[in-house]
T-cell receptor, first 113, second 110 residues
């Protein structure tokens, strides 16, 4: 069974721009979660989607948003990029979400200059 | 107090020894606990999940959960150099918020 895929793998953006990241979960998984990983803060939970609905949200500003499509694929959008948004963005999928045995994709490395 | 806390390490053990990794959490209502392994430059990989008090064994790995004391640990027996990685503890808090600790770096010395 194919794993979680994320595209693109690397991105370089300029401050003020916006970016959209994509995640395709493992086949049959309906829950998709997004995380930001930085050396200083570790893995931080952004939000979780289940059946096209945002079910949980972490403590990130409204510039971070997401959505999920009927095939469970998910996108994450960051508007008005800031230098501090440079990070590895990880997507994880699970069957139903709770309990959360999540499987991670390879991540998208975002660099904001 | 952070929701999930781990010693950042680094923890060094000789090959063949037992590595012990610990994690504490703040929310008494937490129900689900996970250990992930992350190699440098890679994404986290699920190793173990545990939901009930006591021990759960899977090969060389044993997860231990004590809800009364609010800690969860991971023991790695017969440690191998390939076990060298950062180990992340994750906890599902009340309200289904999912939190990771900052990880413990483990080095197994041949």
């Amino acid at each position: 069974k194919a794993g979680v895929t994320q595209t693109p793998r690397y991105l370089i953006k300029t401050r003020g721009q916006q970016v959209t990241l994509s995640c395709s979960p493992i086949s049959g998984h309906r829950s998709v979660s997004w995380y930001q990983q930085t050396p200083g803060q570790g893995l931080q939970f952004l939000f979780e989607y289940f059946s096209e609905t945002q079910r949980n949200k972490g403590n990130f500003p409204g510039r971070f948003s997401g959505r999920q499509f009927s095939n469970s694929r998910s996108e994450m959008n960051v508007s008005t990029l800031e230098l501090g948004d440079s990070a590895l963005y990880l997507c994880a999928s699970s069957l139903t979400g709770t309990p959360w045995e999540q499987y991670f994709g390879p991540g998208t490395r975002l660099t904001v200059t | 107090q952070k929701e999930v806390e781990q010693n950042s390490g680094p923890l060094s053990v000789p090959e063949g020894a037992i590595a012990s990794l610990n994690c504490t959490y703040s929310d008494r209502g937490s129900q689900s606990f996970f250990w992930y392994r992350q190699y440098s430059g890679k994404s986290p990989e699920l190793i173990m999940s545990i939901y009930s008090n006591g021990d759960k064994e899977d090969g060389r790995f044993t997860a231990q959960l004590n809800k009364a004391s609010q800690y969860v640990s991971l023991l790695i027996r017969d440690s191998q150099p390939s076990d060298s990685a950062t180990y992340l503890c994750a906890v599902t808090l009340t309200g289904n918020q999912f939190y990771f600790g900052t990880g413990t770096s483990l080095t197994v010395i041949p």
